[in-house]
């Protein structure tokens, strides 16, 4: 693959955004899986928190969806992504 090619694939992941299944929060580590209150006492209160919306499950009742903004950190902006409580997704992303 010649560096033209490599270089545009990297740009092209950068502008994305990258997903990942933990977090580091100064010392602390959260994972996919973890509980909002896990998160928060781990890393604090979100710079932004957005109601996206509700899952349109089958059953008794449907979960919340959120994201979380924390940053930017080290040049990064994180997005975590909740649905019922349970962190199910980490992107980061240059703003």
Same mark, same amino acid.
């Given at each position: %693959? *010649?560096?033209?090619?490599?270089?545009?694939?990297?740009?092209?992941?950068?502008?994305?955004?990258?997903?990942?299944? &933990? %977090?580091?929060?100064?010392?602390?580590?959260? &994972?996919?899986?973890?509980?909002? #209150?896990?998160?928060?006492?781990?890393?604090?209160?979100?710079?932004?928190?957005?109601?996206?919306? #509700?899952?349109?499950?089958?059953?008794?009742?449907?979960?919340? =969806?959120?994201?979380?903004?924390?940053? /930017? *950190?080290?040049? %990064?902006?994180?997005?975590?992504? #909740?649905?019922?409580?349970?962190?199910?997704? =980490?992107? *980061?992303?240059? /703003?």
């Amino acid at each position: %693959m *010649s560096r033209w090619a490599i270089g545009a694939l990297l740009g092209v992941i950068a502008q994305t955004g990258l997903a990942a299944d &933990s %977090m580091r929060c100064g010392g602390n580590l959260v &994972s996919v899986g973890d509980r909002a #209150f896990e998160v928060e006492s781990k890393c604090g209160a979100p710079r932004q928190r957005d109601l996206v919306g #509700f899952t349109d499950g089958y059953s008794r009742a449907d979960l919340k =969806i959120e994201e979380w903004i924390y940053g /930017p *950190s080290n040049g %990064m902006l994180y997005i975590l992504g #909740f649905e019922g409580n349970r962190l199910i997704r =980490i992107e *980061s992303r240059r /703003p």
